[in-house]
Every structure is written in C-alpha cells, then in structure tokens.
C-alpha cells in the first residue's frame, strides 16, 4: 500500500511534466522549429489509441478468454496495411478543404450539410461518453488499489465533492483548454498538445514494459516459466487454444473477425484518432514511416499481455484477484511499490492522453456543428452582425471541453460499476464505426448522397442503440431486465440480444452485424433512389478526385460557386472569424498569389470566395461555413448542369496548361538550340579573326623585310656590292617564304572547305618514303644531319593520293630537318604494319615538344621551337598534313620517345575512305 | 657620345634591317631577339630609344611596355611599337601601356627615320 | 491506386497483398492451423504464432514502405528511435 499523498503528489507531478512537454512544444513551435515535424513523433502520437483501457483491460481479458484480447491490436495493424491508401486520401481531403474533425469531414462530403454534421456529433458524443466514463473508472480503481491495498478493488463511495476522479477530471479539463483552444487556428493544429501525446505513449509503454518484465523474469524465470506452472491449474491450461477445453469448433470466429474489422474501422474513425492521424498530421509522408511503427508499438505493449494475466493467475490463484489490476497489484503484493506507483502513473498517462485528445475532438465537433449553426439562426446574431467571433468560438470550446468531462464524470459515478473495461470500450467502438460506410465508401463512390448518408448514420445508430445501448443500460438496472431476455412485450424476436433469432454470436458482433447492415443497406439504397444534388456531386467529385483535381499545377481544386460578392462583405466576415490580423494576411496572400498589387484592387471572384470559405471551414467547419458565406454573398443557385460545365472548364483549363507547359517546354529548347548554334557561331567567327589576323601579320612579316630592304637598296646607291647582295639575298628568301605561305593558306583553305581535288592511285608507302627521303636530302646534307630508314616488308600497296602523301612525307622531314642539332643530327624514319593499317613515323633527336603542347602544335600558326631557333617555316605544314591524313581515314600525332626525342607520326588504314 | 637605341624584335631580318637604317642614322644600336631580353637590356644599358615589336614569344611588346612604364628608373625610355597587326584594338592596347609612337608593319623607311629622329631631338 | 501517383512512394499493389495476408493469417480458418497442443521453446504455439505472424506483417510493410523514393525528399531527422522495431517474440 502507498500513502494517498504520495499517489496524488506522484499524480500531480506527472501532469506538471505534462504540462512543461506541452509548453516546450507550444513554444518551439511559436519559435518555428517545430517539434513535431518528425514521422517519430507522429507515429508516437498515434498511440493514443493505447489507453487505460489497453493497460487494465487486456491483461482481465486476456486471463479471462487467452488470445482475445488481440483483435483489438491486429485490426489497426490490418487498417495500416492500408494506410498509406486510405489514411493518405484522408489526410489530403483534409488539409486541401480544412477539415477540421470527422463530423465537418462527413458533412463536407456530402454538400458541407449541417444536419449530417450536427448528426454525427450527436452520434460521437453519445457513443464516446462511456468510452471517457472507463478512463476515469481506470484512473480512480487504480488509485484505490494502490492506495488501499489489493484486497479492497472497489473503493468506497465517497460524495462527489471528495471524490478525487472528479478533481482529476477539472485538472485535465484545465490542461486541455490551455493547450487544445489556446488560439483559433484554421488548420486546427495543437503542437504542444501532439508533443504532450507523444511523450505519454512513450511513458505508458515504458512503464507496462517494466511491469511485465518484473513479473516474467522476477517473479518467474522466463515465460516458459509461467506457462509451466500454469499447467497446475486446469482452469488455465485451455487457455490458449481456441475455443478453450471444448476445442476449436467452439470458437466464436465471427465473433473474432467481428472484433478484428471492429478495431481496424476505429482505428480510423474515433474522434481522438481522427485527430491524431489526420488533423494534427503536418507532413503525409510521415505515414510512411508511422504506417508500421504505430503496429510495432501496439505489438511491443502487448507482448507482456499474457505473461501477467497468466502469472497474476499463478500466483494470485485463479478468479481469486480482478485480473484488470494486476499490472498495480503484481509488483505491490510482491514489493516493488515503486513499480506499482510508475505503473499507475502510466496508466494515468494512457488515461489522460486519451482524455485531452479526445474532448479536444469533440470540443471542435460541438463547437462547430451543434453550437454554431444554433447561434447563427438566432436573430441578433445573424451573419450580417458585427465583432470579432474567435473569442466566442473558443469560449464554446472550452465549455464544450468541460462538459465533455463532466458528462463522461456523471456516466462513470452512475453507471461505472456496472461494466468491465473492455465492454465499456467496445460500445464506443461499435458507435463510432457506424460512420465507416458514409466516410470510407464515399471517399472513393461519387454516387454517394447526403440523403444516404444520413439514412444510413440514422439506422445504423438506432440499431446500435438498440442491440448494444439499451440492454447495457438495462444491465445497470435503469430498465427492467425482461426487455432484454424476452424482447419488448415479450416479443422474442425483437430481442434486442438475439434480434430476429440470431444466435450464436456474442452481442457485441450482433450489434454490429445489423446496425453495418441496415447502415449500408439504406446509404447504398437512398444514394441510389436519388440523384445526387448539384453541391453533393461537385463535393463528392472534389473528394473522389482529390489527388487529380486539387494539384497545384492545374490551378488547384475547381470552384463549384456562382454568383457576385462584394470584397468588404468579405474581408468583414474574415475578420469577424479568423481575427483581424490573420484575415489581412489572408487577403494579402490571395493578393500575392494572384498576382495583384494591393488587397483593394482584389477581385472578389469565385476563388476568392472558396479560399475564404475554406479558411472559415477550418475555424468553424464547413457546413458553418456555407452558411455564414451564402448569407454575405449573393449566390445563385448551383444547379448539376453548372457542376458538370465548371468541370468542362476546369478540365480545359487542364489542358490549357498542359498545352501551354508543353509548349514552353518546347519553346525552351529551341531557345537552348539558337543559344548554342549562336556561340558556335561566335567561336566559328572567333576562328576565322583569329585566322585572318595571323595570316595578316604571317604575311606582313616578310613584307617589312622586302619593303625596307629595298627602300634602303633604293635610297643608298653609294652601297658597297656584298652589302648589298646580301640584303638582295634575304629579299629572295623572303619572297619565297611570302609565296609559300600564299600557297599554303591556299591549300588549306582548300582541303577544309572540301574543295581540294584528291587523287586516287596504288600508293607504295615504302616507294613513296624513299623518294620523299631524296627529295629533302639537300636539306640534311646541309645541316650534316643522317637519316635511317627502317621500312618493313610486308606492307601493302594502299589507295591513296601520292602526292599528297608526298607533301606530307616532305613536311615532316623537313620539319626534323630544321630541328635537329647542328651537330649528330639524326633521323629516324620507319615504316610498319599495325593491324589493318600501316603506321610511319619520324623522329629526330632535336629539342622536344612539351607534352602539354603535343596537340597544339598542329593548330594553325603555331610554331615550335624559340625565336632564334624558329625556322623560316608558315606554321601551316603540320596543319594541313593532319588535314591529308585525316582525309584519308587515318590520324597524325606527336610522341615522345622514351629518350625524349619527339617523333611525328601517322597511322593509316589500308582502306582508306577518300578512294572510291 | 652616340644616342643608343634598342632594336627588340623575333625576326632576324628585320633586325637586321632596323639596325642597318639606325646605325646609318649614326646611333649605338643594341639588340634583343625576345621580351625578357629586352627588358633586361634597357635596364641594364638605358637607350634613349626602343623600336619594339608587338608580337614576340614569350614576353610581348606590350609587355615589355607596361614593365618600362612601371619602372621608375626607365620610365622615361621613348619607346616606338612595331606591329604586323594594325588593328583597332592593338592601337588602343599600345596607348594604354603607353607607347609613344606605333609604327604598322610594313613600314616606310623615311617616315621610320623621320620619327626617331623627332623623338630623340 | 492511380498510375499517375504510383511512381511517387509505395506501391499500392503490394499494400493491398499484405493486408489480404493479414486477413487470411489471423482468421479462421488458418487459426486452426496454429491451434495445436505443441509448445514452442516452452510457449504454447498459437501465442507465439500470433505474434510471430503479426512481426513479420509488421516487417514486410516497414520494408514496402520504407524502400519507397518518396523517403528522399522528406526532413527526416536522424533515427532517435524510443520505439525500437519490434523483435519477433510472445508470452
């Protein structure tokens, strides 16, 4: 036993951190590093589907009936399976028409109609109540246990205004206005209270799995332990096998596959979920991780599930101790009070965590679609009245929260004791799966109408009234008994447990057999009697559709409105909703968005209204919405032909886009292929100057010589004899060196425009070497140069023009000539066969060639070789001898032989392409 | 004492045209065959007067020019640029490193004269 | 689901096949299959089986999920994993 001090200061403390969580997370937020914009978090948050219910219950059913407790878990993991479909879909719809809660999600698909919106906040209100009664129940039976020992379960009724549940209830009603209506927000976003969630589920699951590990390995040794001295007890040795002693035939598999569909539609469909899942989601592809960790964590909790039912029931003996308390009882009649009291305060977390969200749901839910539309009919308050709304709204909400409580309070005193946990939760669950055909089906059927809808939500919920509802409240004592057994009047098969005389399955699947029956049958049967309207098409479409209608690129959603607003009656009823300063920003976004300069000069067209509208939606819900915008604007009538036209439009819109992006596209690639043909050009034309200055100063070189030589010779006759035979001399040679390179620029320029006339004949390349050798031999016998010819035998005849080949041999001896040293000079010519080719080269033994310069030697005018050293050569020989011998299919280059020597050589193919 | 002149210029016949007409004219010729050669002579021997080719391997003209004009010490050599291009844009390259007369190749041997001899007088 | 989405995060295809996986693992009649009086390393064999499946469904949608292209763009921080994958074990 722990001193009730201590249990209560434990309490409080636990919710302070709670709070500080919270505020951090708010803060963070404020400073725009948000906590919460991580997929861990997210799928932390989704957690809350763990509440007091996973932490007391599933250990008493799971002592009770074995594996039954884990439909539950498995129906959420199977709904994840399809998470990243299904889930997705509803996150788009969502965050695309500020959708704020599952009631304003199902009234908005079926034209934004209050009625369905006020119906399914009645339905969730009703059907979760209880569901908040139990953790209340969960939070005060363990603070009994713990308090006054495992021997007393119930605690002694005390008068309400000592009863310590009711203050818990105050201090969360407290914690959830602070940070679930701390501001209106459109996106209906609550990061401190999504960082409090997460940090709880954290802490439950943390906790449970301390419990569970104390009773397997300090308690037993090991699971095999447990099961082992289980076998003792005859009671517990059927427990894990279906259907118990009587054998496999005996279990209920309805009742299970029931149970696991159950859970997987709730997973979707409660408000808390809802919330979690869907509006507090700041990024869809958070799912993508959330999808499998929020199963694996549902998985890891109840891993120590059968360990401590079955070891409670061990040591406790079994049906001697209420198997929901073992997770406290366990380590407390085993000393370990410290674990009982971290136990409990995780189960408060589950508690509480499932508390804040869930009324923080509702709250919106009430506020929007029960409060609002009831004060909008009041005169006086009528839609054209002035002064800022969000105060009031969030005032609603709080006291929507409080009442929340305070009713799931009430419940719990009158009729708590009545139920299990698990019971409890399971009418919840049935509740809110009567919204499953209207949501789901009619996120992917068009056809489905408010009139279905509404049909369907009504007879689902009556059924479940009936079969699920009323006998738990005639189990309370509240009805006479009878009307359970016999049916009323004693009509049997009206019986609401065994309606029509179906036996054989529990009454929960019963339940839900018929309520899902006649819900589906009247959604898909009154869809079908009635077309649906033009506002219930245009939504419906915009549902379906919403990843192929509301893409960015295509201008976003089509607007289904008609009709002529005016823009102060606009930014008037922004104001009165959203609050001056972020109904400003609205206008100046649309402003910038559309490209206008100033807010006044905004057209209030159509999709200025639908965006207002959605921003109102996201504050009071859509079909609010609706009204507040049919009231401030004049509208026409949407009639179906106008749905079906503005979608013509939108679509060709569509392709107006796609056909302007195409062209575009287009447009840009012509626009990529004239800039590049253009710099071409440019570098073509930056050739061709470059060209033309160096022949200019190429021929203007030996100019200045001939010219100054001879004004001199001219203007001295007095000139002595050698003196001037020798400028006469260099007047020759130069002039030859001018007409050399008028030729060579000649030939060039030839051989590159294609105009060079080739010949074609049986070319002998060691024939033609040789010849090449003695034409050039003056020039080496002149610089006292040698020249060795290595020619190989088995080269054959090729077709080719000679005497271009000839011209190129020349070249390159006489450029060895020019570079070998005055003294030793030496060249090496050889010729062999490679492959399908033949390969020649030159080599000298004069200075080299840096290796970065091999190719630009063979550029126009680039000489080798200093000043002093530079023969009288054009710069055009090895040019234009590259040019032959790529005309003929083969390639030139200069090497460096392994002494440094530089050696020109050139390969060509025996069938060369320039012959015919 | 003779007035000396720096003759800078890759081609051998020129040179040895520019350095028969200038010493005819009775000046102490110098000779320099590249950039780097002719830099280092006007430091080392001061010419009043320098014929420089524009287009020399290594070191241009225009190179040498700009290194004699940053020089304190031979700022004040009179430079006369010689060039095969006589396009705009070498002109304008001259003036900005400050040549003080450009001659475009070929050129003729009088108006040559002439101008070296105005410069030095 | 769409083919114009398709190419963007997991295929919905394999989705659908794991989720009728599970519907057929953990209902009759496969649960017979596992209802034996057998133990496994000293666990009654439906617990474990029960589990053991419901790891591997777990398993298979990390895999198909997390494999997806659509992971690239997202701010994701660095793993600071309280929740640890679940290891495949039962009571």
């Given at each position: 036993?722990?001193?009730?001090?201590?249990?209560?200061?434990?309490?409080?403390?636990?919710?302070?951190?709670?709070?500080?969580?919270?505020?951090?997370?708010?803060?963070?937020?404020?400073?725009?590093?948000?906590?919460?914009?991580?997929?861990?978090?997210?799928?932390?948050?989704?957690?809350?589907?763990?509440?007091?219910?996973?932490?007391?219950?599933?250990?008493?059913?799971?002592?009770?009936s074995g594996v039954w407790?884990?439909?539950?878990?498995?129906?959420?993991?199977?709904?994840?399976?399809?998470?990243?479909?299904?889930?997705?879909?509803?996150?788009?719809?969502?965050?695309?028409?500020?959708?704020?809660?599952?009631?304003?999600?199902?009234?908005?698909?079926?034209?934004?109609?209050?009625?369905?919106?006020?119906?399914?906040?009645?339905?969730?209100?009703?059907?979760?109540?209880?569901?908040?009664?139990?953790?209340?129940?969960?939070?005060?039976?363990?603070?009994?246990?713990?308090?006054?020992?495992?021997?007393?379960?119930?605690?002694?009724?005390?008068?309400?205004?000592?009863?310590?549940?009711?203050?818990?209830?105050?201090?969360?009603?407290?914690?959830?206005?602070?940070?679930?209506?701390?501001?209106?927000?459109?996106?209906?976003?609550?990061?401190?209270?999504?960082?409090?969630?997460?940090?709880?589920?954290?802490?439950?699951?943390?906790?449970?799995?301390?419990?569970?590990?104390?009773?397997?390995?300090?308690?037993?040794?090991?699971?095999?332990?447990?099961?082992?001295?289980?076998?003792?007890?005859?009671?517990?040795?059927g427990?894990?096998r279906l259907g118990g002693e009587e054998g496999a035939t005996a279990f209920g598999f309805a009742d299970w596959f029931?149970?696991?569909?159950?859970?997987?539609?709730?997973?979707?469909?409660?408000?808390?979920?809802?919330?979690?899942?869907?509006?507090?989601?700041?990024?869809?592809?958070?799912?993508?991780?959330?999808?499998?960790?929020?199963?694996?964590?549902?998985?890891?909790?109840?891993?120590?599930?059968?360990?401590?039912?079955?070891?409670?029931?061990?040591?406790?003996?079994?049906?001697?101790?209420?198997?929901?308390?073992?997770?406290?009882?366990?380590?407390?009649?085993?000393?370990?009070?410290?674990?009982?009291?971290?136990?409990?305060?995780?189960?408060?977390?589950?508690?509480?965590?499932?508390?804040?969200?869930?009324?923080?749901?509702?709250?919106?839910?009430?506020?929007?679609?029960?409060?609002?539309?009831?004060?909008?009919?009041?005169?006086?308050?009528?839609?054209?009245?002035?002064?800022?709304?969000?105060?009031?709204?969030?005032?609603?909400?709080?006291?929507?929260?409080?009442?929340?409580?305070?009713?799931?309070?009430?419940?719990?005193?009158?009729?708590?004791?009545?139920?299990?946990?698990?019971?409890?939760?399971?009418?919840?669950?049935?509740?809110?799966?009567?919204?499953?055909?209207?949501?789901?089906?009619?996120?992917?059927?068009?056809?489905?109408?408010?009139?279905?809808?509404?049909?369907?939500?009504?007879?689902?919920?009556?059924?479940?009234?009936?079969?699920?509802?009323?006998?738990?409240?005639?189990?309370?004592?509240?009805?006479?008994?009878?009307?359970?057994?016999?049916?009323?009047?004693?009509?049997?098969?009206?019986?609401?447990?065994?309606?029509?005389?179906?036996v054989g399955l529990d009454?929960?699947?019963?339940?839900?057999?018929?309520?899902?029956?006649?819900?589906?049958?009247?959604?898909?049967?009154?869809?079908?009697?009635?077309?649906?309207?033009?506002?219930?098409?245009?939504?419906?479409?915009?549902?379906?559709?919403?990843?192929?209608?509301?893409?960015?690129?295509?201008?976003?959603?089509?607007?289904?409105?008609?009709?002529?607003?005016?823009?102060?009656?606009?930014?008037?009823?922004?104001?009165?909703?959203?609050?001056?300063?972020?109904?400003?920003?609205?206008?100046?976004?649309?402003?910038?968005?559309?490209?206008?300069?100033?807010?006044?000069?905004?057209?209030?067209?159509?999709?200025?209204?639908?965006?207002?509208?959605?921003?109102?939606?996201?504050?009071?819900?859509?079909?609010?919405?609706?009204?507040?915008?049919?009231?401030?604007?004049?509208?026409?009538?949407?009639?179906?032909?106008?749905?079906?036209?503005?979608?013509?439009?939108?679509?060709?819109?569509?392709?107006?886009?796609?056909?302007?992006?195409?062209?575009?596209?287009?447009?840009?690639?012509?626009?990529?292929?004239?800039?590049?043909?253009?710099?071409?050009?440019?570098?073509?034309?930056?050739?061709?100057?470059?060209?033309?200055?160096?022949?200019?100063?190429?021929?203007?070189?030996?100019?200045?010589?001939?010219?100054?030589?001879?004004?001199?010779?001219?203007?001295?006759?007095?000139?002595?004899?050698?003196?001037?035979?020798?400028?006469?001399?260099?007047?020759?040679?130069?002039?030859?060196?001018?007409?050399?390179?008028?030729?060579?620029?000649?030939?060039?320029?030839?051989?590159?425009?294609?105009?060079?006339?080739?010949?074609?004949?049986?070319?002998?390349?060691?024939?033609?070497?040789?010849?090449?050798?003695?034409?050039?031999?003056?020039?080496?016998?002149?610089?006292?140069?040698?020249?060795?010819?290595?020619?190989?035998?088995?080269?054959?005849?090729?077709?080719?023009?000679?005497?271009?080949?000839?011209?190129?041999?020349?070249?390159?001896?006489?450029?060895?000539?020019?570079?070998?040293?005055?003294?030793?000079?030496?060249?090496?010519?050889?010729?062999?066969?490679?492959?399908?080719?033949?390969?020649?080269?030159?080599?000298?033994?004069?200075?080299?060639?840096?290796?970065?310069?091999?190719?630009?030697?063979?550029?126009?005018?680039?000489?080798?070789?200093?000043?002093?050293?530079?023969?009288?050569?054009?710069?055009?020989?090895?040019?234009?001898?590259?040019?032959?011998?790529?005309?003929?299919?083969?390639?030139?280059?200069?090497?460096?032989?392994?002494?440094?020597?530089?050696?020109?050589?050139?390969?060509?193919?025996?069938?060369?392409?320039?012959?015919? | 004492?003779?007035?000396?002149?720096?003759?800078?210029?890759?081609?051998?016949?020129?040179?040895?045209?520019?350095?028969?007409?200038?010493?005819?004219?009775?000046?102490?010729?110098?000779?320099?065959?590249?950039?780097?050669?002719?830099?280092?002579?006007?430091?080392?021997?001061?010419?009043?007067?320098?014929?420089?080719?524009?287009?020399?391997?290594?070191?241009?003209?225009?190179?040498?020019?700009?290194?004699?004009?940053?020089?304190?010490?031979?700022?004040?050599?009179?430079?006369?640029?010689?060039?095969?291009?006589?396009?705009?844009?070498?002109?304008?390259?001259?003036?900005?490193?400050?040549?003080?007369?450009?001659?475009?190749?070929?050129?003729?041997?009088?108006?040559?004269?002439?101008?070296?001899?105005?410069?030095?007088? | 689901?769409?083919?114009?989405?398709?190419?963007?995060?997991?295929?919905?295809?394999?989705?659908?096949?794991?989720?009728?996986?599970?519907?057929?693992?953990?209902n009759f009649p496969m649960l017979i299959v596992f209802d034996r009086d057998?133990?496994?390393?000293?666990?009654?064999?439906l617990?474990?089986?029960?589990?053991?499946?419901?790891?591997?469904?777990?398993?298979?949608?990390?895999?198909?999920?997390?494999?997806?292209?659509?992971?690239?763009?997202?701010?994701?921080?660095?793993?600071?994993?309280?929740?640890?994958?679940?290891?495949?074990?039962?009571?």
């Amino acid at each position: 036993m722990i001193a009730p001090s201590l249990v209560i200061g434990a309490s409080v403390g636990y919710l302070l951190v709670l709070f500080a969580v919270a505020a951090f997370g708010d803060a963070r937020a404020a400073r725009g590093r948000s906590l919460i914009g991580s997929s861990w978090i997210y799928a932390l948050s989704l957690a809350v589907y763990c509440t007091a219910w996973t932490y007391f219950g599933s250990v008493g059913r799971a002592a009770a009936s074995g594996v039954w407790f884990l439909p539950i878990y498995i129906g959420p993991t199977l709904a994840m399976l399809l998470g990243w479909i299904v889930v997705r879909k509803m996150i788009r719809i969502a965050q695309t028409y500020r959708i704020t809660s599952i009631a304003d999600f199902i009234a908005s698909r079926y034209g934004k109609s209050p009625l369905l919106a006020a119906l399914v906040t009645l339905i969730t209100v009703i059907g979760i109540v209880p569901y908040i009664a139990l953790q209340l129940k969960a939070v005060s039976a363990g603070y009994h246990l713990l308090t006054s020992g495992p021997d007393l379960v119930e605690g002694p009724q005390v008068g309400w205004w000592r009863d310590g549940v009711l203050f818990v209830s105050l201090a969360l009603a407290a914690f959830t206005m602070m940070f679930g209506t701390r501001h209106l927000d459109s996106a209906e976003r609550h990061e401190g209270m999504v960082a409090a969630v997460a940090f709880e589920s954290v802490v439950k699951l943390v906790a449970f799995l301390a419990v569970g590990a104390f009773v397997t390995w300090g308690l037993f040794d090991g699971m095999g332990d447990i099961w082992a001295r289980a076998q003792a007890f005859p009671e517990l040795r059927g427990l894990l096998r279906l259907g118990g002693e009587e054998g496999a035939t005996a279990f209920g598999f309805a009742d299970w596959f029931a149970l696991t569909v159950l859970a997987m539609l709730s997973v979707l469909l409660l408000p808390r979920q809802f919330q979690m899942m869907v509006v507090e989601c700041v990024d869809e592809r958070h799912l993508l991780r959330a999808a499998w960790v929020f199963p694996a964590y549902l998985l890891l909790i109840n891993i120590f599930v059968l360990p401590i039912a079955i070891g409670g029931a061990v040591l406790f003996g079994p049906g001697r101790m209420d198997p929901e308390t073992f997770v406290l009882s366990l380590p407390l009649a085993h000393g370990a009070p410290w674990l009982a009291l971290f136990a409990y305060l995780g189960g408060l977390s589950a508690a509480t965590g499932m508390l804040i969200v869930e009324t923080v749901a509702i709250a919106t839910m009430v506020c929007n679609d029960l409060v609002m539309p009831a004060l909008l009919r009041r005169r006086g308050f009528g839609v054209r009245a002035q002064g800022d709304l969000t105060g009031l709204l969030l005032n609603i909400r709080r006291a929507a929260i409080v009442g929340v409580l305070i009713l799931g309070y009430l419940y719990f005193r009158i009729a708590g004791d009545a139920y299990a946990l698990v019971s409890i939760g399971l009418i919840s669950f049935a509740a809110v799966a009567q919204f499953a055909p209207a949501l789901l089906v009619g996120m992917y059927w068009r056809g489905g109408t408010r009139i279905g809808a509404l049909g369907g939500l009504l007879g689902g919920f009556a059924l479940w009234t009936y079969t699920l509802m009323l006998p738990s409240v005639a189990k309370c004592g509240w009805m006479p008994a009878g009307f359970v057994e016999y049916g009323p009047l004693g009509f049997g098969l009206l019986a609401p447990e065994r309606l029509f005389g179906l036996v054989g399955l529990d009454s929960l699947t019963q339940s839900l057999f018929w309520s899902l029956l006649v819900n589906v049958t009247l959604y898909v049967g009154l869809s079908l009697w009635r077309r649906p309207d033009a506002r219930e098409a245009s939504q419906g479409l915009l549902f379906v559709e919403v990843f192929e209608r509301a893409q960015p690129a295509t201008g976003g959603a089509p607007v289904f409105w008609r009709g002529r607003a005016r823009l102060e009656d606009l930014t008037a009823l922004a104001a009165r909703l959203l609050g001056p300063s972020r109904a400003k920003a609205l206008f100046e976004e649309h402003a910038r968005e559309t490209g206008v300069g100033s807010v006044a000069r905004l057209v209030p067209d159509a999709r200025l209204v639908d965006r207002v509208e959605r921003q109102i939606a996201g504050a009071v819900g859509s079909a609010s919405a609706r009204v507040m915008i049919a009231s401030a604007v004049q509208e026409e009538p949407l009639a179906i032909d106008d749905v079906l036209e503005i979608l013509e439009e939108a679509s060709q819109l569509r392709g107006y886009a796609r056909a302007l992006e195409e062209k575009s596209t287009s447009l840009e690639q012509a626009t990529a292929e004239l800039r590049a043909a253009n710099e071409q050009l440019k570098s073509l034309d930056h050739l061709k100057d470059d060209f033309v200055s160096s022949v200019t100063h190429e021929l203007r070189t030996p100019l200045t010589s001939i010219r100054a030589l001879s004004e001199l010779m001219l203007d001295a006759p007095e000139m002595g004899a050698p003196e001037r035979e020798r400028f006469l001399r260099i007047v020759v040679s130069e002039s030859e060196r001018l007409s050399r390179l008028v030729n060579q620029v000649l030939d060039l320029a030839r051989i590159e425009s294609g105009h060079a006339e080739w010949r074609s004949a049986e070319v002998d390349m060691r024939a033609l070497i040789e010849s090449a050798v003695q034409t050039t031999s003056e020039l080496f016998r002149e610089r006292g140069a040698e020249v060795r010819l290595v020619l190989a035998d088995d080269v054959p005849v090729i077709r080719a023009d000679p005497d271009r080949l000839t011209q190129v041999m020349v070249n390159l001896l006489s450029n060895a000539a020019k570079f070998v040293p005055a003294t030793c000079g030496r060249v090496d010519v050889a010729l062999r066969r490679d492959g399908d080719g033949l390969v020649v080269e030159v080599r000298d033994n004069g200075p080299g060639v840096p290796p970065g310069d091999h190719e630009r030697i063979f550029e126009k005018f680039r000489q080798g070789g200093d000043a002093q050293s530079r023969p009288s050569g054009t710069g055009l020989g090895l040019p234009i001898s590259r040019q032959i011998i790529d005309h003929f299919g083969g390639r030139m280059w200069l090497e460096q032989g392994p002494d440094g020597d530089p050696c020109f050589a050139f390969r060509l193919p025996f069938a060369t392409p320039g012959t015919p | 004492m003779s007035v000396k002149i720096l003759i800078a210029d890759d081609e051998a016949n020129i040179v040895v045209t520019l350095e028969f007409m200038m010493k005819r004219e009775g000046y102490e010729v110098l000779v320099a065959r590249d950039g780097v050669e002719a830099l280092a002579t006007i430091r080392r021997e001061r010419p009043r007067l320098v014929l420089l080719d524009g287009m020399m391997p290594g070191m241009t003209g225009f190179d040498v020019c700009a290194a004699v004009r940053a020089d304190a010490d031979i700022r004040d050599t009179r430079i006369v640029m010689l060039t095969a291009k006589g396009r705009e844009t070498d002109l304008a390259r001259g003036a900005g490193v400050g040549v003080d007369a450009y001659v475009t190749k070929p050129f003729s041997t009088r108006d040559l004269v002439a101008k070296v001899r105005e410069m030095l007088g | 689901m769409r083919p114009r989405r398709a190419s963007r995060g997991p295929s919905a295809q394999v989705l659908v096949a794991l989720w009728g996986a599970g519907l057929v693992l953990f209902n009759f009649p496969m649960l017979i299959v596992f209802d034996r009086d057998v133990t496994v390393l000293g666990l009654p064999l439906l617990p474990v089986a029960l589990f053991g499946n419901w790891a591997l469904l777990i398993g298979a949608l990390a895999w198909a999920l997390e494999r997806g292209p659509a992971r690239r763009r997202g701010s994701e921080p660095p793993p600071s994993n309280p929740v640890p994958p679940a290891p495949p074990g039962a009571p």
